[in-house]
Nanobody
Framework: QVQLVESGGGLVQPGGSLRLSCAASGKILGIDAMGWYRQAPGSQRELVAAFAGGGITNYADSVKGRFTVSRDIAKNTVHLQMNSLKPEDTAVYYC??????????????WGLGTQVTVSS
């Protein structure tokens, strides 16, 4: 069983910064794609930033230049540094990883999400 646990969400004023982290645990043999998605009330879940297969990074246009995704492969973790936050960044942020676990196939796993609220 693989679990993803996010941390680092919270309330921040416009222009502020937050750093999200996500750690994967379990009998993990390998991790391929990993990254962050978000879902605002009444909206569909959308890609924020992610490492695709081969290490290529993808960013939503709305966060380019403000957010940075990073990872520590040895620790099975992925981070999202969010700067210059705007009220429209308010959403639940989810971590997603493509994982090969012992006795399983490559599967996508999601964390439970962490709330980010940008408000004065």
């Amino acid at each position: 069983q693989v679990q993803l646990v996010e941390s680092g969400g919270g309330l921040v004023q416009p222009g502020g910064s937050l750093r999200l982290s996500c750690a994967a645990s379990g009998k993990i043999l390998g991790i391929d794609a990993m990254g962050w998605y978000r879902q605002a009330p009444g909206s569909q879940r959308e890609l924020v930033a992610a490492f695709a297969g081969g290490g290529i990074t993808n960013y939503a246009d709305s966060v380019k230049g403000r957010f940075t995704v990073s990872r520590d492969i040895a620790k099975n973790t992925v981070h999202l540094q969010m700067n210059s936050l705007k009220p429209e960044d308010t959403a639940v942020y989810y971590c997603k990883m493509k994982v090969l676990a012992f006795g399983s196939l490559w599967l996508d796993y999601w964390g439970l999400g962490t709330q980010v609220t940008v408000s004065s």
